[in-house]
DNA sequence: CAATCTATCAAAACCGGTTTTGTAAAAGCT
DNA sequence: AGCTTTTACAAAACCGGTTTTGATAGATTG
């Protein structure tokens, strides 16, 4: 069922069926009704592909996911990703998950991407310091939604939680639960996210007046692996740490395990905290204490906010978005750990 | 810069550029490299979009997600998803993922997707007994690959694990260490997982001449809440078990959580067993005696097996998958329930 | 009443490719 | 030499839409 079909049972060219179906007002209005009940009767649906080339507007949307990360297997970005494609799905916009290897160029990539004409935007995942991509983004102005704020860019391009906050009430927490060796096992250093948590983090310790030992801040990726040779080391070092933040709730996770191999007791004697609210982190012992944010609301906006840049949509966006603290069993009164 | 720019730069004719960077025969060796060449200086690329409306083909190929469902966000699904992904950009294309909503008619969501043109194949994620979404794209002839095999269709279209051999393998062990009383949460009842894990689940009953009690058999979508409850019903009836299979680790964790707080230990006097091997579940006490198979070997071959239909590709596909049980700490010997 | 508008539709160009058909020159054959 | 093939390219049609331009009839206007 094409247009030329369709006008052709009309009796009627094809670009007054075009123009009758795009609602241009050179049309009549019976012609309108008659054209619209024929393609409703007929089942006709405009061709995506050649209403792109004609309009040279995709209606997709891409993300791209480095194929060794975690991220996709990281449980809040999941519902974030799922709660993006939900709302674009419902504006009859496509989804494009592509991945990108360690041998690749990932400015190439990203280039390639904007230039093929696949895709009327792009979103990013977690923004990095300095960001590259945004660069070559901004150059080539070319919509994109950034889940992660960097200062210095447009304010109408992100969304984000508010992690300084989240990492200041969290290690506020643990001063006011006695402690003053706060560990913080963050994540990579080159994103925004890592660099606001440890502000934040820095920020109530420096108001308790604690001593900050930078030995106490570490970075790696998000793995439980890594949270666990880090937490042996700082366990095992002269000066161990009371508590530990963990930058999510697997390393979290890994922590505990760690804690536990030396013989100490998470959530006694050790304080242990997460991030996220990952589907474990309830169910674990002890459960993790940690932070939770609406990733389906973030997943929406970004969402939004993309639509609002391609459309004359005026949606009201939210770039902020609040985090709460759950407090559950695994971190603990300092005292507690001269038991 | 289009083909025709690049003809006129060449002095050629759209015709005899496109078919000398297509590979025809009836272009002159000389020139062929010359618009070759040309293409590679000026950076030339074809527009995807022109391509797919004039060939037919979108080199795109579509997977569509239930939203309330949790399965984007089971770890072992995302790492095939991941895989699969990796492979197709390999292959120069595409995938889109799309949710569907409660409110939608499915077959009505999949019928759209496949006369849009949008895509040359659909993934199907996890096929069900009498799959309607399977008799749809039979009935249309478009390409489909599943995770899941089903009895009654093409054996062309299916990657799988041995469902069966690892539920057979895993109540094999339960009972080889004492067990006699053991449950099965199974997952959704439709799935045709279930159905194989179920067989195997009781034809290593059968073979151990042990009575099967229907109500230990339960169905529940795979979240930890389902577990949680349900093992709660099974401990606390007239007839408890002694050892739980889990339909995945998610559901192990729910279970475990549930028997200790009744007072169980799990791994000491109840055996607990979980599926998927998901990344939490080495590093919770006590650690998942559960089952492994390689996510990404499957995705990959779910990706061959696709380009296998839509191309003249033979790649050698491994249809069954082995699956691999991991021993860890907690399932234990029946008798330790009666200390 | 002739001139100008306005409403409504059709024709044609265009998006950027692929594919079919057409054609001139070179090569092969008897 | 004269005919048929082959080679190598160009022209044009096509994919299925959108958009620009064109045209006709009826209504409006001075």
Known sequence: MSIKKLAEYLGLSKSTVSRALNGYL????????????????????????????????????????????????????????????????????????????????????????????LVDGIFIARTRCNDLRLTLLEKHRFPYVCFG???????????????????????QRQISLGHTQIAFINASAELTLSQARKEGYLRAMKEAGLVIESDWILHAELKQE?????????????NPPTSILCADDSMALGAIASCEALGYKPGINIAITGYGDYQHSRYVKPAITTIKYDTSAVGKEMAKLMLNKL???????????????LVRQSDCHARASKI
Chains 1, 2 share one sequence.
């Open 26 to 117: 050179d049309v009549n209005k019976d012609t309108r009704e008659k054209v619209l009940k024929a393609a409703q009767e007929l089942g006709y649906k405009a061709n995506p592909t050649a209403k792109r080339l004609a309009s040279g507007k995709s209606r997709t949307l891409g993300i791209i996911l480095p194929s060794d990360s975690n991220m996709f297997v990281s449980p809040a970005f999941a519902k974030v990703l799922v709660s993006l494609s939900e709302f674009l799905a419902q504006q009859d916009y496509q989804l494009i998950v592509t991945t990108i290897f360690d041998w690749q160029d990932e400015t190439q990539v990203y280039l390639d991407l904007i230039t093929s004409g």
């Open 149 to 171: 704020f960097e200062e210095g860019f447009s304010k109408e391009s992100f969304i984000d939680v508010d992690n300084q906050q989240a990492f200041y009430q969290l290690t």
């Open 226 to 238: 890594n949270a666990l040779l880090m937490t042996e080391q700082l366990m095992q070092s002269n």
């Open 311 to 325: 459309e004359n949509t005026a949606f009201h966006i939210q770039n902020w978005h609040q985090t709460e603290m």
